[in-house]
């Protein structure tokens, strides 16, 4: 590992000062999950890294209106041990409670995981199908515009995730096929009807970089939020991702199956609530 200087500001207005003078080739820390191990392997050698840990107001969850705020220095344990999340939208719980392993879930954070944009993280599936809004230190993105490529996202350089709003939906389900070693998302889907009933389905791990599945929402519109209303239906493998984990036809497979997954969780749910 190259040396580099280390810094803790203890709000925003500090960090944006440390920015300010730090030069293009400072890092912001969050969990170390992915950025200490980019470090090591000498994948990243920034002169300068900023941790966010000392900042408050990037941490914490709390119920605004008809939605969750989730900030960015979140770990995903927390997540997982939030009644807030759990009451409103349990399918985060179980998201976040399948990512990686303890170790993993107690030091990454939600922030960290959307900045990185692995094509294979499971956060873009729900911000992508829950209609999610990031906040930044600048301005406000819709999860739409926000994961643009692989590894890319719409920030831009200096700019600090602040926490990411969630829309409480009429209900949701996330499945993910994992890849045994890692967890990571071989194929991840996040199925949702909003609050005024649109059907959204969020597609991780399968192409480089989050998309919706839109054959599939228009079959849920039509028919309902039935497995069976996918009967027929199957996603091509065109620009999907090929490589040592799954061919792109093993994964377009999975997209169907995963999708029916999660809207058999969903019937699960609602004949529980019954
Ligand atoms: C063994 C292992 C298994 C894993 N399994 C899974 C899995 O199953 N599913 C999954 O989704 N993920 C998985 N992960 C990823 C992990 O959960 C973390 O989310 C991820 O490593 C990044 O989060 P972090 O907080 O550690 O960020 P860091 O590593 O600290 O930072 C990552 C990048 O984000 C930038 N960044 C961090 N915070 C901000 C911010 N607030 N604003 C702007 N930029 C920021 C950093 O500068 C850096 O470029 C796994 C990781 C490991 C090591």
Do not use: C
Not at 158 to 164: A, D, K, L, P, Q
Request: a negative charge.
């Amino acid at each position: 590992m190259r040396p580099f200087t280390y810094s803790r500001p203890g709000d925003i207005a500090e960090l944006r000062r440390l920015l300010a003078t730090a030069g293009d080739d400072a890092r912001l820390l969050a969990g170390g999950q992915t950025l200490i191990a980019t470090m090591k392997q000498g994948l990243a050698a920034p002169e300068a890294l900023i941790s966010l840990a000392g900042i408050d107001e990037l941490t914490g969850i709390r119920v605004e209106q008809e939605a969750l705020v989730i900030g960015a220095m979140t770990p995903h344990a927390d997540i997982v041990r939030s009644e807030e999340v759990r009451g409103r939208i349990p399918a985060l719980t179980t998201l976040a409670n399948e990512i990686g392993d303890p170790a993993v879930r107690e030091k990454g954070t939600i922030g960290g995981s959307i900045a990185n944009n692995d094509p294979a993280a499971d956060w873009p599936a729900a911000l992508l199908g829950l209609d999610a809004v990031v906040t930044t230190d600048r301005r406000e993105w819709s999860a739409s515009d926000f994961f643009t490529g692989m590894f890319e996202t719409a920030l831009a350089p200096g700019e600090v995730i602040v926490s990411v709003r969630f829309p409480v939906p009429r209900r949701g389900a996330y499945a993910k096929f994992p890849n045994p070693a890692s967890r990571y998302a071989v194929v991840g889907v996040f199925v949702a009807e909003g609050a005024d009933g649109t059907p959204r389905v969020a597609v991780t791990g399968a192409g480089p970089v989050v998309f919706r599945w839109a054959e599939a929402e228009a079959r849920l519109a039509d028919h309902g939020f039935r497995p069976d209303a996918l009967d027929g239906l199957s996603h091509p493998e065109n620009g999907l991702n090929d490589d040592i984990h799954a061919s792109a036809g093993y994964r377009a497979h999975l997209i169907g199956v995963m999708t029916r997954r999660a809207l058999t969780r969903l019937a699960a749910a609602d004949e529980a609530a019954e």
